[in-house]
């Protein structure tokens, strides 16, 4: 993990902590930016990125782009449930 502090120095033991925190948080974290000013840490997290995955009639998919018409008819036809409040 990639870690820029700014501002001010932090001991490897405080760094290793905002690490273990910001895995914690915001699993997937790839990069953080710490911002040091006398007393006060700002903290900023880059996540990596990623797509939604729905599983829909028995496929895990993102899209429906690449589904053939009948599967598409599926997806139309599919019953949604809910839950009431």
């Known amino acids: 993990m990639n870690v820029n502090v700014t501002g001010g120095q932090l001991s490897q033991k405080e760094i290793d902590m905002y690490i273990e925190r910001a895995n914690e948080l915001h699993p997937g974290t790839t990069s953080i930016d710490i911002s040091?000013?006398?007393d006060y840490v700002d903290?900023?997290?880059h996540v990596m990125p990623f797509d939604r995955i729905r599983r829909i009639t028995g496929y895990l998919v993102g899209t429906l782009d690449r589904f053939n018409d009948a599967k598409?008819?599926?997806v139309g036809d599919r019953v949604k449930?809910?839950?009431s409040a």
């Open 36 to 38: 040091v000013d006398g």
């Open 72 to 74: 598409r008819a599926e």
């Open 43 to 45: 903290i900023d997290y």
């Open 81 to 83: 449930h809910g839950i």
